[in-house]
């Protein structure tokens, strides 16, 4: 199983950005953490981040031709705005988790749109870093892999 951890903007300030939503750990921390837990797995991941729309959308074309079996996706703010990505989700059809790190259900109304999750096999949010690993374990049992040990 092949993986891609996607995450959009301003997550690489992860440990630096409104710490008491997003926590004291980094981007690098948060890579290490995702890192090990789909290790447990048995699935290979990659990693990318982008502050750019389109850049991400080139990330989720390229994972349908590196033949990745699931997107775990944060798209951060651009889940809020973007129907390029929604489009792109749809376009490669690879089963994608929406995660985010804090509950975007008891936050501003305009964090209550996603465009993105129409096109997603699953949301998860509020989790902190553990909800990218429970993406994994949810897209493992979804392609038929070792079943999740934490799900929500
Ligand atoms: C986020 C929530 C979004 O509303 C916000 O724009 C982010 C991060 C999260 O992980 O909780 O940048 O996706």
Redesign the pocket.
Known sequence: MKFLVLN????NMLGIREPAI?GKDTYEDLQDYVRKGCGKLGAEVSFYQSNHEGDLVDAIQQAYFDKADGIIF????Y??TSVAILDAVKAVGIPTVEV???D?SK?EDF?QVSYVRSACVKTI?GHGFAGYVMAAEYLADLLGGVTGLTQP
Request: glycine letters at 6%.
């Open positions: 959009g903007p301003n997550i997003y944060n798209p951060a703010a889940t809020h985010h790190i804090s975007v936050r964090r949010a």
